[in-house]
């Protein structure tokens, strides 16, 4: 099982990465949080979670330990799989979910595209006792943009929101009414999409 990759970034989009480790090129699979805080290139290190199915072994890295334990929390709920629970961090800091769980925030919860209120209470239901066991200030905030990035596309924008949940016209919707000017950085289109879906 593969808990640790250290290697130099070959492919960067917003749901996942290429790391190239001695010439090999493995796939994994990352939180928004984690994309924003990547450079475009160089040599990063990941903590990763490997999911293995009958049909496929899936990578999905964390730049702390503590947000992959918290990835792996969240996958040990009855009917959130790994997708799910990347797309929850991806939406939410996971020291910002985990007071949500803490104080049982069903509001703040289901303001996550995919996770409706049933879920919600499931997930503070299943996770309320575990998610107040850990530090949050350990836990940190992830989800600062890396100001450093070359410039991104608006269709990267959009492909990002589609897999993160969102329909693809109010995807389309959210990242043309930014009337961001060619060259903004793909983090900086992300980010304040997300701001404008959540309105």
Do not use: C, W
């Not at 749901?15 to 001695?22: K, N």
């Not at 999905?60 to 040990?76: N, V």
């Not at 769980?101 to 919600?120: F, N, R």
């Amino acid at each position: 099982m593969i808990a640790l990759l250290t290697g130099e970034i070959a492919q960067r989009q917003a749901e996942a990465i290429v790391i190239d480790v001695a010439g090999v090129g493995y796939r994994v699979q990352i939180p928004l949080s984690t994309f924003y805080a990547l450079p475009e290139q160089g040599k990063i290190q990941l903590h990763i979670h490997t999911h293995v199915k009958e049909d496929a072994i899936n990578l999905f890295g964390f730049l702390s330990a503590e947000e992959k334990d918290f990835f792996a929390l969240l996958i040990s709920v009855s009917g959130v799989g790994p997708k799910l629970a990347i797309n929850i961090l991806s939406h939410m800091a996971a020291a910002e979910l985990a007071s949500a769980l803490v104080e049982g925030d069903i509001t703040h919860l289901t303001s996550i595209p995919g996770i409706g209120k049933k879920s919600a209470e499931r997930l503070v239901l299943e996770l309320q006792d575990k998610a107040a066991a850990f530090t949050l200030s350990d836990l940190g905030n992830n989800t600062v943009p890396n100001t450093n990035t070359p410039a991104g596309s608006h269709e990267d924008a959009v492909s990002a929101l589609i897999n993160l949940g969102y329909k693809e016209s109010l995807a389309r919707k959210a990242v043309k009414n930014l009337k961001s000017p060619p060259g903004t950085a793909l983090e900086e289109v992300l980010r304040r999409s997300l701001q404008l879906l959540r309105k």
